[in-house]
Each structure stands twice: as structure tokens, then as C-alpha cells.
């Protein structure tokens, strides 16, 4: 495969992705257009996981052979870089070995490129490479944005609590104050 145009090259590399993770077992969804920070979304049974995909075929001639540099040029430029917030998951494809690479946001994130190695233990990225149990695992909490408060929760099994009555109070009573316990001591 040697698509040179890079739109149609990222194209084609997210069908292969969606198509290796529905054989896999996941559900895909895709977002229309292309202004998303992400390029696909799997649903894990109501969580969401948003994965950005890069492909390359490039290999680094200035380095051994064998090393591939996928560009994590942004939708909104060459000078802005990708945030930790923007994706869950980045994908890197590297064409020339049929090889995947699953890297947590964390990991990828504020990068310019990922130069990937297959088969190089030394190479920082090898520990991700063919990692698709990453995605299966719980989705990543969501990062607090600044200025931005957001609560999220998970509610199992549901059940309202009692509905309680109003109980009469006599109005020349003290106050009850549950706090405040009265102990008696015997003493021998």
C-alpha cells in the first residue's frame, strides 16, 4: 500500500482500525466531518473512548533502519500541539509492518511525532505495540478542564430511598441534637 496523499492515506488507516476493532469486539462509531480533536469512538458498553489515529510508511533515514515516524500534526496546524484532553487513546499504524501501536493520551499527548521501532526493545513505545487490551480496559476518567467543573457518576441498580413521614414535634421540647449522647456509668 503506498497512498501518498496524507487525507486519503488517514482515511484509509482509520478503516483499517475500525475494521481490526469490530473483528476484535468492539462497537465503533464515527464522528461526522473531521473537526474532532479524535477520529473514532468505541463504545464500551456506555463508555466512550475516543481514539486518534496516525499512520506512517516513513522511515527515518537519519536513524537505524527499521524506524518509523508517524507526524502528530494537529487538525488546526503544524504549531499546535495535541492536548491530554483531546483523545483517550492515540493509534499509530506504522503500513509497512501491518503493526498497531495503542498509547494512552498521557503518554502521546504534546508530542510533535512518535517514532515507533518495531521489534526494538529499547524503542520507549514497544510496551504498546499490539496493546488493544488497553482499550478494553475501563475508559479513562475524563480531565478536568480549567475554569470547568464537571461531575460524573456511575449509578448500579437504582433504588429510591424510603419515602419518609414528618414526624409531629412537641414545640416546648429542646432541640435534638443527635449528636449528643447521655452515658451512665455504673462504678462498683
Known sequence: MDIRNHKKRGQWAE????TKAIELGFQVAKPIGDSAQYDVILDLGGRFVRVQIKSTFFQASNLKPGNFVASLFHINGPNHRYERSDFDYLVV?????????IIPSAEASRKHAIRVCPGDKQNQ??????AWHLLHDRAPAPLQKKDRFDLYAIVED???????????????APPHRPYLQELSFRTK
Do not use: A, S
Not at 499504524?93 to 501501536?101: A, F, L, R, T, V
Not at 437504582?158 to 414535634?169: A, E, F, G, H, S
Open 93 to 101: 499504524y506504522c503500513i509497512p509492518k501491518d503493526i498497531w501501536y
Open 158 to 172: 437504582y433504588v429510591p430511598p424510603p419515602k419518609l413521614r414528618k414526624q409531629k414535634t412537641n414545640k416546648n
Open 125 to 130: 513505545w514497544e510496551p504498546y505495540r499490539e
Open 15 to 18: 478503516l483499517r482500525f475500525m
